[in-house]
């Protein structure tokens, strides 16, 4: 157990402490400076840092907030370690089995910090000049935090919500890299199976809830912000558990048979 946290430890290093992270984080800010740009260049009165938050997160912006600029991060380690043949450097010393738990953690995890931490930075800097809330300009399923004059909570729920988006992004990446080792299908993967994913699931009589799009990029009304919020913990642990098996299965196929 103390070797797995050891590795833990060591791959949350190289995840977050690397020009990788950093240029992530900034760029996730950046996308959302531009998507809000409109708003922040053509301020009016009743402009606040939750309505350039809300703006710069939706539309198109979302898949590279969550679904691209977060693999930089450490999603494609696995296909450059794999290609560099540096794997079998650590699974000598840890195992098969712990050297892929820690990656498919470590990913998600990632994943999830590079745009919390970016939507974080974003709103810092839109605070130093705008209001954080003049009147509650959100209708989703948070919204009720607003109107209670909880600006704060309302942005941690939401930038919970979203960044755990992120994590399930990053996991897909790797799950597909270790079926191709290659970097380039691991940016470009988790679009192409949310993309088919949506067109499948869009057809099927399942909950809507577990429907790609509310999964991806909707809020499904639960009930309650709390309700709201473990629904897609819930979401996205069952799924990133069963990629991480799948991760684990390939990554043990694919050195046994290499």
């Known amino acids: 157990m103390k070797t797995f946290f050891s590795l833990i430890v060591v ?15 900034f760029g996730v800010a950046l996308v959302m400076t531009f998507a809000a740009w409109s708003w922040i260049t053509n301020s009016q009165e009743f402009t606040d ?5 809300t703006g710069g997160t939706s539309g198109g912006s979302l898949f590279l907030l969550t679904g691209v600029l977060p ?12 290609g560099q043949k540096a794997t079998s450097f650590w699974m000598i010393r840890t195992g098969i089995r712990k050297y892929s738990i820690s990656k498919v953690i470590v990913t998600a995890i990632s994943g999830f910090l590079t745009t919390a ?7 810092l800097l839109m605070w130093i000049k705008f209001p954080l809330l ?9 919204a009720v935090l607003l109107e209670n004059g909880e600006a704060i909570k309302y942005l941690m729920y939401h930038i919970t919500h979203v960044s755990l988006t992120s994590a399930l992004f990053e ?9 191709i080792p290659n970097t380039f299908v691991a940016i470009a993967s988790p679009l192409i199976v949310y993309f088919i994913t949506h067109r499948f699931t869009t057809q099927l009589d399942i909950p809507e809830y577990l429907k790609a799009m509310w999964v991806v990029e ?15 913990l819930g979401i996205v642990l069952a799924l990133c558990t069963l ?7 390939q990554i043990r196929r694919r050195v046994y048979n290499a």
Request: charged letters at 5%.
């Open 49 to 53: 840092v939750v309505y350039l938050y």
């Open 218 to 232: 909707s809020i499904y009304h639960a009930g309650t912000p709390m309700y709201t919020l473990l629904l897609k």
């Open 11 to 25: 791959n949350l290093r190289q995840a977050i402490l690397s020009w990788r992270f950093l240029f992530s984080v």
């Open 134 to 142: 003049f009147s509650p300009s959100s209708g989703d399923a948070y």
């Open 117 to 123: 931490v970016g939507f974080l930075l974003f709103i």
């Open 171 to 179: 996991v897909i990446a790797l799950w597909v890299s270790t079926y």
């Open 243 to 249: 990629m991480g098996v799948g991760t684990i299965w």
């Open 71 to 82: 693999i930089f991060a450490f999603a494609t380690t696995f296909a450059s370690e794999w």
